[in-house]
């Protein structure tokens, strides 16, 4: 009985920690949500209550409207973005996975103590960031004739997504048993078969999550996206939003927060659902 | 004889796309190379000393500095808060983490757009609630968030506080999560409760994962280029002009390359302090 008084109190506390917390980290984007619903009458009138709908001129059946929100997908290029987007993303994750399972496998089982050092060595690498590196590739991405190309970000992007990748995995590996394997090697299995056959079938889930987090690092990343890619229709999101939809002075703010929010909404689904393996690879590799 | 056969490509890759520009951001830093070409002429440390000398390189350093330090103590207090009561089991909290982590899933140039509109010198919607609600800010000449030099900055810290946050969160988890539940039990048993058990058990457990998070922040924060970029361009007259920003306008902008890429190398001593730490931790935490 007092067991369960105090259980309820606790979780009474934890509510009013947490949940102010909630409310302040997601208002920008409960913000968004408002916006790009409104009429500019209701937008621009710096007397009305910014939180709801305002009826323009007492017609409150037309207080909300989702013409911004079309003239986004049909007036601008953002569906060129998306589409944009998903290529390189898909084209990088991609790259990070033929490269990123053989040497995370290799790092977690084959090289012993030699192993975890390499494995923190190329994860540093992931501590060299884009902005000391932008100034350099800008031309050098020019020189090998790929500028404004989607090109240039499908083969840079690896560098960034490898490093961490590689980390996860090596961390994903190191939880399957090694008596899992060698059981396949006594059955008569070559280690490439094996591999194939039997570690990365089990450590699929751990592979997914590898894949969304270097999905949505591509997705994040602004400035080589910014300072490789000139043309309007060859953006990406996080470039193209903030660049292109800004015109000098002029802020179509509705369509703006609308553009923001439909991708960060589906990558924030996509992250919660894999937190906790996440969690796992993160804390597996070097903090058992 | 395989393993460093999986690890090469892995290997091979860093090389290519981080350290030949990283070779080449230091080789351009001692010449005097502009804007869209890959060499110049030798002039030694000139581009460390002049930049050095330039009143606008010593607000971008000090900047870079207050912006680090003033949004990671914010994020280690909230999130050590945070974490504590995120580990628990609760009803809701799929939703609760849900909101958390949208800062942080968010492509980062969006997510500011956000609060650019938040922070907008018109419709701002927080001058509405002050002015409307609390009444403390006057309506007809509420504070420039954006236009005020220490405004600025203020926001520039609080926005990548914002971001940083459920990442320093997911890293705090991670860490207490690896806490083997018998040191729970131990403490019950010996009557560490509440606070007691926080700062005498959980706290000094958490140090090294908690540290590993503070690096990660410190070096996101200081290589930030986005957020400040999208939320104020380095103004108003250069008063949030951070490392990045700077390098960009002079490198980019104005079009001294090589003066650009020395002044983004001014980052890399503080980086690779960050670097050598955390391998001290990481190696620290593997053997406990």
């Known amino acids: 009985m007092a067991g369960r008084t105090r259980g309820a109190r606790r979780g009474l506390g934890t509510y009013l920690v947490v949940g102010p917390f909630a409310i302040l980290l997601a208002f920008p984007f409960y913000w968004m949500l408002v916006t790009m619903f409104k009429e500019d009458l209701d937008l621009y009138n710096a007397e009305n209550v910014p939180y709801v709908y305002n009826p323009v001129e007492w017609k409150f059946w037309e207080s909300a409207t989702t013409k911004h929100v079309e003239f986004l997908f049909t007036d601008t290029s953002y569906p060129d973005w998306l589409v944009n987007t998903a290529l390189v993303g898909a084209a990088v994750v991609l790259i990070t996975l033929v490269i990123s399972l053989p040497a995370g496998y290799a790092l977690a089982r084959l090289s012993g103590s030699w192993g975890q050092t390499a494995g923190i060595g190329i994860f540093l690498v992931y501590l060299i960031p884009p902005t000391l590196l932008f100034l350099p590739l800008s031309p050098l991405v020019a020189r090998l004739g790929l500028q404004n190309s989607l090109l240039s970000l499908i083969l840079v992007y690896p560098s960034i997504t490898i490093p961490f990748s590689t980390w996860l995995l090596m961390g994903f590996f190191k939880t399957i048993p090694q008596e899992l394997e060698d059981a396949a090697l006594v059955d008569g299995c070559s280690r490439i078969k094996a591999l194939l056959r039997i570690v990365f079938p089990i450590s699929l889930p751990g592979i997914l999550t590898v894949v969304i987090f270097a999905f949505s690092l591509c997705v994040n990343e602004f400035i080589y996206a910014f300072t490789f890619i000139s043309s309007t229709e060859n953006r990406t999101i996080s470039s193209g939003v903030p660049n292109e939809l800004i015109r000098g002075d002029v802020f179509f703010w509705q369509s703006l927060m609308a553009a923001t929010l439909i991708p960060s909404i589906v990558l924030a689904l996509l992250y919660n659902a894999f937190l906790d393996r996440f969690i796992k690879g993160f804390t597996g590799g070097a903090f058992r | ?288």
């Open chain 2, 1 to 288: 004889m395989l393993a460093p056969l999986l690890i090469a490509p892995a290997v091979i890759y860093i090389l290519l796309v981080v350290g030949i520009p990283f070779g080449w951001a230091i080789y351009l830093s001692l010449t005097d190379a502009i804007g869209g070409s890959l060499t110049g002429n030798w002039v030694g440390l000139d581009n460390f000393t002049n930049a050095w000398q330039d009143d606008n390189f010593r607000k971008a350093l000090r900047n870079t500095l207050i912006f680090t330090i003033g949004s990671q103590a914010i994020v280690l207090v909230g999130a050590a808060i945070l974490s504590h009561y995120l580990i628990r089991e609760f009803r809701g909290k799929w939703l609760i983490r849900l909101l958390i982590i949208l800062p942080w899933a968010a492509p980062v140039a969006l997510g500011t757009l956000g609060w650019l509109w938040i922070f907008d010198s018109l419709f701002s919607v927080i001058n509405w609630t002050l002015g409307h609600v609390f009444g403390v800010v006057d309506s007809s000449d509420p504070p420039q968030w954006l236009g005020r030099p220490n405004l600025a900055l203020l926001a520039v810290i609080i926005v990548h506080a914002w971001r940083i946050l459920p990442f320093a969160v997911i890293i705090f988890l991670a860490g207490l999560a690896s806490i083997p539940s018998e040191v729970d039990d131990a403490a019950k048993i010996d009557g560490a409760t509440g606070f007691k058990k926080l700062f005498y058990v959980t706290l000094p457990l958490q140090l090294p994962i908690a540290l590993v998070a503070l690096l990660f922040g410190i070096v996101f924060t200081a290589a930030d280029f986005a957020v400040v970029y999208v939320l104020t361009a380095g103004g108003p007259f250069n008063s949030t002009q951070m490392l990045t920003t700077w390098s960009f306008q002079i490198g980019i902008n104005s079009g001294s390359l090589g003066e650009g890429a020395a002044i983004s190398l001014y980052l890399f001593p503080l980086l690779a302090m960050v670097s050598v730490a955390m391998l001290f931790f990481a190696k620290r935490a593997q053997v406990s």
